[in-house]
């Protein structure tokens, strides 16, 4: 199963974007998912998470300002930016959660500009 998450761009600060995370297998669609970001320099590291049961939860940098929704019939799951901050710099990524190494897609370049 690929995983290609799109949706991302150069916006400045406080600006919004919405993410969108597509797979090539529909199974997916009732796992637990997530969305994660790749810092340069820094580990990856997971930001949303939505279970199949429909629990949410974010990480503290992003608590307020991000939310992850179950995705219509093409996408898997978004994930919707508001009041974007230099430090959500990064390359986003979804996946499982746990995630698996071979869902791992090229993920989507955020830059936030202040």
């Known amino acids: 199963v690929q995983l290609q998450a799109s949706g991302g761009g150069l916006v400045q600060a406080g600006e919004s974007l919405r993410l969108s995370c597509a797979a090539s297998g529909s199974i997916l669609r009732f796992k637990d998912m997530g969305w994660y970001r790749q810092a340069p320099g820094k580990q990856r590291e997971l930001v949303a998470t939505?279970?199949?049961?429909?629990?949410?939860s974010y990480a503290d940098s992003v608590k307020g300002r991000f939310t992850i929704a179950r995705g219509n019939a093409k996408d898997l799951v978004s994930l919707q930016m508001n009041s974007l901050k230099p430090e959500d710099t990064a390359v986003y990524y979804c996946?499982?959660?746990?995630?698996?190494?071979?869902?791992w897609g090229q993920g989507t370049q955020v830059t936030v500009s202040s």
């Open positions: 996946n499982r959660v746990p995630p698996r190494g071979a869902y």
């Open positions: 939505l279970t199949s049961g429909g629990r949410i």
